[in-house]
């Protein structure tokens, strides 16, 4: 498997209805449209790392109503053979859009959450090999997934989104990267001042390759000491939804392929340009032929 990310993550149904304003408590309201269509985390960066020419296998769980969202993916270059299904109701986000383009959303986790410790292990143990075991936190056994990969020496990246009080918690430095945006760094490390930010990852993570996204302002890596510094991709912004998942798939597929980490942060941006260019998550990743 070598060569290859292991992304244990999330699948999620979206379904999104355009309603004039939210519904209020008591209220039935008639959406104005709908639509449905595959996200989560782990799946978009699958996905995005899958788009960028990288090998991907996916490790998640979804409703056996939902096989579609497989296909969608193995559709998309990802190995999906270490997507079970289950006989609960896939992960799935209740979207309201309102006519101010607001929106609210009721996020269950569901198969996401139904991962079994023994499948896990043996999982992991046989895919030793893999590059790198890519984890978000949509799933549930994150803390056991990166406690068993430290012990078969797996180098482990970690997208702490969406960020709970618990990822502080983790053996955090262990890790081979961390990817984070502005909020869930200034949740580790309790500021949110970027020269403060920078300085605080630095003196913590002496090791770890940390990524901190700062959406149009761009992306600074913190390795070993060196701070280096990447602009974002001047590009007029229709929907930022996925930016992050884009740039972390790019970034992670580009490292493995043993382009520089400068190289890797580059390329990510480019694609995350792309992506914020156009409406939509998954849907809005560009393939790398785009990017040239
Ligand atoms: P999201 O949760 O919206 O998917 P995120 O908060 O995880 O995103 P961001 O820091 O917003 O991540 O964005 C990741 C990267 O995407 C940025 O470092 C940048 O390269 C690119 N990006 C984001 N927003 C823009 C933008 N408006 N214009 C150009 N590039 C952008």
């Known amino acids: 498997m ?40 782990g799946a978009n960066q699958s996905v995005a ?10 490790l998640g769980k979804v409703g056996s109503a ?3 969202a497989i296909e969608q993916l193995s559709q998309a270059g990802v ?38 410790l023994t499948r896990l292990r043996a999982a992991l ?6 590059k790198l075991l890519l984890m978000q936190n949509e799933c549930n056994l994150l803390a056991e997934s990166l406690q068993l990969a430290i012990e078969l020496g797996l180098p ?40 403060k930010l920078v300085g605080e990852l630095k003196s913590r993570f002496t090791q770890t390759r940390v990524v901190l996204t700062l959406g149009g302002a761009g992306s600074i890596l913190i390795h070993k000491q060196q701070v280096y510094e990447c602009p974002a991709v001047a590009t007029e912004a229709v929907d930022t939804t996925g930016a992050g998942d884009t740039f972390v798939g790019y970034f992670l597929a580009g490292v493995v392929a043993g382009m520089s980490d400068q190289d890797s942060l580059h ?11 156009r409406p939509g998550a998954i849907n809005a990743i560009p393939t790398l032929t785009e990017l040239n």
């Not at 379904?15 to 408590?25: K, S």
């Not at 790392?49 to 996916?58: E, Y």
């Not at 143990?125 to 893999?130: C, E, V």
């Open 2 to 41: 070598s060569g290859r990310i292991l992304n244990i993550g999330s699948i999620n149904i979206d379904y999104v209805y355009r309603v004039p304003h939210f519904v209020q408590p008591g209220e039935t309201l008639a959406s104005q449209s709908f639509a449905s269509g595959l996200g989560g985390k």
């Open 49 to 58: 790392i899958a788009s960028a020419g990288g090998q991907v296998t996916h």
């Open 66 to 68: 939902d096989t579609w």
């Open 79 to 116: 190995d999906t053979s270490l997507i079970e299904t289950t006989t609960g109701a896939s992960g799935h986000a209740i979207i309201q859009v309102d006519d101010q383009g607001e929106n609210a959303i009721v996020l269950h986790a569901g198969a996401n959450h139904e991962l079994g």
């Open 125 to 130: 143990t046989a895919n030793r090999d893999a």
């Open 156 to 195: 482990c990246a970690l997208n702490p989104a969406p960020m709970t009080r618990d990822i502080n918690q983790l053996p955090l430095e262990s890790l081979d990267t961390l990817i984070v945006n502005r909020g869930e760094a200034a949740a580790l490390v309790g500021t949110d001042q970027t020269d």
């Open 267 to 277: 390329r990510a941006s480019r694609a995350a340009a792309i992506a914020v260019s």
